[in-house]
């Protein structure tokens, strides 16, 4: 994702997934899957999930920027790379 002109890699940690359930105040996770799933969410959601996702893939943007933060394709792209974010957070990586 890139923010302010700088890419920045993102993923959830099971921190940062626990952080989520409280500051969103969801009860589990599958009810922020939900939201999303049935276009519901909030830019609050999407805020909070791609800071959580900035902060797991060790990025270095304070909590709060990216509330004023240029996001390239706007916040079309930005909803979609939370939501992006969140299914691949579940997802069973292959076995090999």
């Given at each position: 994702m890139v923010i302010d002109g700088v890419p920045h890699r993102m993923r959830l940690t099971l921190g940062a997934l626990a952080e989520l359930e409280a500051e969103?105040?969801?009860d589990t996770l599958v009810a922020l899957v939900e939201r999303f799933e049935q276009n519901a969410?909030?830019?609050r959601d999407v805020l909070a999930l791609l800071e959580a996702g900035l902060r797991g893939g060790q990025s270095e943007v304070e909590k709060g920027h990216l509330a004023r933060a240029v996001i390239e394709g706007g916040p079309l792209v930005a909803a979609r790379k939370a939501a992006e974010l969140l299914a691949r957070a579940f997802i069973i990586p292959e076995q090999t």
């Amino acid at each position: 994702m890139v923010i302010d002109g700088v890419p920045h890699r993102m993923r959830l940690t099971l921190g940062a997934l626990a952080e989520l359930e409280a500051e969103l105040g969801v009860d589990t996770l599958v009810a922020l899957v939900e939201r999303f799933e049935q276009n519901a969410f909030s830019s609050r959601d999407v805020l909070a999930l791609l800071e959580a996702g900035l902060r797991g893939g060790q990025s270095e943007v304070e909590k709060g920027h990216l509330a004023r933060a240029v996001i390239e394709g706007g916040p079309l792209v930005a909803a979609r790379k939370a939501a992006e974010l969140l299914a691949r957070a579940f997802i069973i990586p292959e076995q090999t």
